[in-house]
């Protein structure tokens, strides 16, 4: 399991604003995800839990209408398409 922390200010709708972004992720996460909101310090915080995925299933970002595959390597995200995104399954199967 896997946890997420952002802050929020208090002008700010974090859980709706990840509930957007999360909208465009398909097949839709739900089922691996929760978000919640927690107060520490006197700061709030959107804590989102990712769940283990245990499918055969690979996400992809629909970007207006057209689905693109990201990864993450150490610190940074990539985008992966066609071979580079084939061979990247290969390598890490579900």
């Known amino acids: ?3 997420c922390l952002t802050l929020a ?3 700010s709708r974090p ?3 990840f509930s957007r972004r999360r909208d ?3 097949p839709r996460p739900t089922s691996w995800l929760s978000v919640k909101m927690r107060s520490f310090e006197n700061r709030d915080l959107c804590v989102i839990t ?3 995925v245990v ?4 996400f992809y970002l629909n970007d207006g209408g057209t689905s693109k ?3 993450r390597e150490g610190n940074s995200t990539r985008l992966l398409s066609g071979p ?5 399954k290969r390598a890490n199967p579900r």
């Open 1 to 3: 399991m896997a946890k």
């Open 9 to 11: 200010n208090s002008n």
């Open 15 to 17: 859980h709706g604003y």
């Open 24 to 26: 465009r992720i398909q």
């Open 50 to 52: 990712l769940r283990q």
């Open 55 to 58: 499918s055969d299933d690979w």
């Open 69 to 71: 595959f990201y990864v």
């Open 84 to 88: 580079d995104a084939d061979e990247y």
